[in-house]
């Protein structure tokens, strides 16, 4: 089921929290909505869901206006953060509830059925007689992820899902759930604030700031090409050094980037820490080291840039670098934006 957005404004009270949106969600596509907290993606899937309406603009299920559909006859599934399961179900009995209350008739043993059907494609087999407070938080998301595919949805939407699990858990849980996407093929959205758990899932990022869309893509297209310095700042670990543009090369001290298309003036020069380089003698910026800070996949450099700003740097686990050292930093990678 495709979903169209097209124009879509909130207002709450006073204060407009979704300015204009508009966004198409291709059948069987899963998308993520991702952007700091308060940038409106909680009310923007609340609008999907018909748990909020636009104040203006409209939200189309396939060629349908949903404005007017009901939050039920919408056919759409939900997993949320603290949507928690009720305590007082067990397992089997929260997902089966949602096929008990339908419209959809099912006999006691097609429930039945499905309800294993769905705990094993949860992985979830054999833990159908527990109660909610006899699992982990990780399954408990698992069975709220059944109990919402229980109704065979058109769409399924999920916001911040894994937001209380720890790391480990969350990085398995959103491969699994994409394994479970590829399989089922229903058109998700999927809200988060962190943007390892969006790039790391999602067919195509749509990034938010304060109501707005700043910038939709593949995963690829978002951290190769980011379109503003925000959404560079916001994909990841970024720095940010102060230079000048001339004939399309931007300068910072002695080091050049190549800036095509930009022109003349101040700029500034953003860099993830593994795109800048760093070594004792040559061309580059001069810099001190501060601190080096070891990590699984190599060596991190703090270190101060002779204009008094501080750059982070990764650099391979076996280079020979210590607090105090003087060296050069060049630039290897950088994107380019001019000073506004
Ligand atoms: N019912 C409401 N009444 C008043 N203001 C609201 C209401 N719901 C949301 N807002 C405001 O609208 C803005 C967007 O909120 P929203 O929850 O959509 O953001 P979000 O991007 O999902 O943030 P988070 O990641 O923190 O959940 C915020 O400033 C919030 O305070």
Partial sequence: MKITLDQVVKTFDTFRAVHGVSLEIESGELVALLGPSGSGKTTILRMVAGLEYADAGSIHFGDEDATN????????????????????????????????????????????????????????????????????????????????????????????????????????????????????????????????????????????????????GTPEDVCRRPGSAFVMKFLGDTNRLAGTVTGGIARVSGATVPAPGVGDGPVEILARPVDLGWATAGDGIPAQVARVIDQPQGRRILARIETGEAVELDVPADMQVAASDHGYVSILRGNVFPVS
């Fill in 69 to 216: 559909i009901p939050v039920r006859e919408r056919g759409v599934g939900f997993v949320f953060q603290h949507y928690a399961l009720f305590p007082h179900m067990t397992v089997g009995e929260n997902v089966a509830f949602g096929m008990k209350v339908s419209k959809v008739r099912r006999s006691k043993d097609e429930i039945a059925r499905r309800v294993e059907d769905l705990l094993r494609l949860v992985r979830l087999e054999g833990l159908g007689n527990r109660f909610p407070t006899q699992i982990s938080g990780g399954q408990r998301q698992r069975v709220a992820l059944a109990r919402a595919l229980a109704v065979d949805p058109k769409v399924l939407l999920l916001d911040e899902p894994f937001g209380a699990l720890d790391a480990n858990v969350r990085r398995d849980l959103r491969r699994w759930l994409r394994e479970i996407h590829d399989e089922l093929g229903i058109t998700t959205l999927f809200v988060t604030h962190d943007q390892e758990e969006a790039l790391d899932l999602a067919d195509r990022v749509v990034i938010l700031n304060e109501g707005r869309i700043v910038q939709q």
